[in-house]
């Protein structure tokens, strides 16, 4: 073995899904693999029509077969997951019978109420071998009669460094404005409504930098015309402005989501020094167990004493946890180790 295909809906966007998938695939080549990409849409080695989110018709077997025929084992991010197109689902699930893949679940169907009622997802086979990114999702998977492995996120401990001026600048931020970013697409699950009322509280400025996804377009121009506060809608676009930009010209990270299956911006924020306002999603809980102390929604004095006060938010103590539980070095051994006991060496 040593080639492997990382295969999904999309590839090479900021969306947690594309990001997680960039990690697992340095991940990948830092053990010994070779790697390439195919997805209905990105940036990516081999773009195949039909495989993306919504796409129709589904994609051509032959076209999908043939994106895959050279790879030994194949990393599946989420496709045979989430019904986000489940006729490529059934495409992809047909292609890799019977061979070597391992499928990366993100978001289960179970977990999405649109979708709780799809039960031919997750995809099971004989010769895969099945990864959830937390525990609680694991433990739903066993009660379904599948058996998973759970290694959570692993994140960069060095990433480039932002551009704090230059980066407000192009905003047209002043030094004294309070720039509160969310780094997510506006989609419902996100909590858009509760991010803007916390940057209304510390008198901020609110920096939405995703798309509107999932028919949220109407209730997110509801939202901003009502918002107390300036809100900012400039994308990244991984040039001219990177997520290491966001993360440096902004004072506060917000992420008050009700679902996530892992959320990265607050790892992140610990990473790049940035206090953090977290949601009691039950991930963040279980993440929580492992030492994080990110500031509560409902904690207003500790979030306005984060912004004026540099020891405040521990900063560096959720540092200290990342360096110890979610480098990107611990999880390829992680990875290593599961295809080991697999029987998969590149």
Known sequence: MGSCAIVSFRLGFTDGVSVVSASWQRALESIGWSTYTVAGDGPVDHLVDGLGIDHQPPPQSDKLASALASADLVLVENVLSIPLNLPASRVLAEILADRPAVLHHHDPPWQRTRFANVTELPADDRCWRHVTINRLTERQFAERGLTATTIYNGFDLDPPPGRRLETRQRLGLSSHDRLVAHPVRAIERKNIPEAVNITERVGGIYWLPGPAEEGYVD?????????????????IDGDTLTMSDLYAASDLIVFPSTWEGFGNPPIEAAIHGRPVVVGRYPVADELRQLGFRWLDVDD?????????????????????????HLSETQMAQKVERLLEEAGWKP
């Open 300 to 324: 207003h004095d500790d979030i306005a004493r984060a912004l004026t006060d540099p020891s405040a938010g521990d900063v560096s103590h959720n540092r200290r946890i990342v360096e110890d």
């Open 219 to 235: 209730e997110l121009d509801r939202i901003v015309a009502t918002a107390q506060c300036s809100v900012l809608r400039t994308p």
